[in-house]
């Protein structure tokens, strides 16, 4: 390597950051002088990957590129995936990508080998923070049979502490299925705050009516409502079939957008949670069925027009009980069972008090097993 070509680089470089004068640039000047500063950098952070990972000492990389040990250490990794992986060392080494795009793409090559292959497109063509999450669900999905329930229990944690303006800052670190829920009532609340805040001309940005949020559910109050479940738990068929001991290949324990979960934790989720089968193709859905006792959305609307009909199976019933022929409710036969419309049977609300008094006495409303 002509190292001293490397140095007269940096000495152009030098002299141009003497030269520089952003004022007085026009924006579109600015524009392509930035992109040409991005990727001089982008070039440079290959030789320091490459070169960490020869040096292999944190410390001594921390202190010469001016970053935390904690960076240095990332560094060391990416620059040793460098040389198992062509595609990535290539895209860095031609500055393509960022030592931060490469950073995250060398942590799920090292889980899921080739996963470079996949992502370095979306280092190029998206935001940051969508290869940070693509990247993040490939490295679960691959550790998901790696221990990574045990790991996630050992990283739970929680630690504060107070910043120079005397704030309390307070960082938790929960498993998949213990903080998922927290932070969809979380934000339920704050979006509750958020409305009534507008309503009042006196709104502000999220995130503090997520603060307000946080310390009214740690405080035990607040009445913040989901529309949607606080917890939902996608579980392949096999893996409860099998006793929920094991995750195979190809199959699913995970929480959607957060990631993947033990099957002994699904397990407890599910002994107290509403069951939907679902048969699908990739996100193609061909069949789904509920176990509940509520009414799926997607069939209110039949049920509405159910309702509209001028004569129904109530009108016996209404008119033995002297009740107004319009107030019908919908009875289930059997009580408990899939949730459709073929198990539904229109009643008034006093035979529909009476029936599930009967069903329940007779130990007919306990779930069945799935």
């Known amino acids: 390597m002509d190292v001293g070509a490397l140095d007269e680089a940096v000495e152009l470089l030098e002299k141009a950051n003497a030269d520089l004068e952003p004022e007085l640039l026009a924006a579109p000047a600015a524009r392509r002088l930035l992109a040409t500063y991005a990727r001089a950098e982008k070039l440079a952070a290959f030789g320091v990957a490459a070169l960490a990972r020869k040096l292999d000492d944190a410390s001594a990389i921390a202190k010469e590129t001016g970053t935390s040990v904690g960076k240095a250490k990332e560094t060391v990794a990416t620059g040793k995936v460098l ?38 497109p979306v280092a190029q063509d998206e935001a940051f923070h969508v290869l940070k999450d693509k990247a993040r669900a490939a490295k679960l999905d691959a550790e998901q049979h790696k221990n990574l ?38 934000e339920a609340e704050a979006a509750r705050l958020h409305r009534a805040a507008k ?3 006196r709104e502000e940005p999220f995130e503090r009516h997520l603060c307000d949020a946080y310390a009214t559910l740690l405080s035990a109050k607040g009445h913040g409502r989901t529309r949607r479940p606080e917890l939902v738990v996608l579980v392949s068929h096999g893996v409860a079939k099998r006793g929920w001991q094991n995750v195979d290949k190809g199959e699913l324990c995970k929480i959607p957008g957060v990631g993947p979960v033990s099957p002994e934790a699904a397990r407890q989720i599910a002994q107290d949670a509403f069951l939907t089968g679902l048969f699908y193709d990739g996100e193609d859905l061909r069949h789904m069925r509920r176990w509940t006792r509520n ?57 529909h008090q009476a029936k599930t008094a009967r069903d329940r006495k007779a130990a007919r409303l306990r779930p069945p097993d799935p």
């Open 83 to 120: 040389a198992a992986s062509g595609e990535l060392d290539t895209a860095l080494r031609c500055g393509e990508i960022s030592l931060d795009q490469a950073t995250e793409i060398a942590a799920a090559e090292r889980s899921a080998p080739g996963a470079a292959t996949d992502l370095l």
């Open 149 to 186: 329930a045990e790991r996630q229990r050992a990283a739970r944690s929680a630690r504060s502490y107070s910043d120079g303006l005397g704030m309390v800052h307070i960082h938790l670190s929960f498993e998949p299925h213990v903080g998922a829920p927290i932070v969809n009532r979380a």
């Open 295 to 351: 009414t799926p959305a997607r069939s209110s609307l039949r049920w509405s027009s159910m309702n509209l009909r001028p004569s129904t199976a109530s009108d016996a019933s209404t008119a033995a009980t002297g009740s107004e022929p319009r107030t019908i409710t919908w009875s289930r036969i059997p009580p408990r069972g899939p949730a459709s419309t073929d198990n539904l049977n229109p009643r008034c609300w006093p035979c």
């Open 199 to 201: 309503k009042a001309n």
